[in-house]
């Protein structure tokens, strides 16, 4: 069973920084259309990143120029790198992607467990 495993949440404070990564639990043959999301008690689960098939990025509106997404095509893992943190970022985070198992299997779509990010004021 393929899982998607996040890692690197934690406390920060505001203003502070902190790199979320996302890989498979298996090796895959491939990972694409990443993205992150963020959801907080409540409330809808919201859309913060994303790469499409080009690997172009897009962003929400409340991120943007602060939060990075990348992917590391060899190690099929995925980052979110995220600076001048504000409590208002503060939500679980997690990782969804694409995965293609093996050359002959077909796409499916997998998510993360999530990773708490708490940002202090």
């Known amino acids: 069973q393929v899982q998607l495993v996040e890692s690197g949440g934690g406390l920060v404070q505001a203003g502070g920084s902190l790199r979320l990564s996302c890989a498979a639990s298996?090796?895959?043959?491939?990972?694409?259309?990443p993205a992150w999301y963020r959801q907080t008690p409540g409330n809808q689960r919201e859309l913060v990143a994303a790469?499409?098939?080009?690997?172009?990025?897009n962003y929400a509106d409340s991120v943007k120029g602060r939060f990075t997404i990348s992917m590391d095509n060899a190690k099929n893992t995925v980052y979110l790198e995220m600076n001048n943190l504000k409590p208002e970022d503060t939500a679980v985070y997690s990782c969804?992607?694409?995965?293609?198992?093996?050359?002959?299997?077909?796409?499916?779509?997998?998510w993360g467990q999530g990773t708490q990010v708490t940002v202090s004021s």
């Open positions: 969804k992607a694409e995965v293609k198992l093996t050359v002959g299997t077909m796409w499916n779509s997998y």
């Open positions: 298996v090796t895959v043959f491939e990972i694409e259309r």
């Open positions: 790469l499409d098939l080009s690997n172009r990025p």
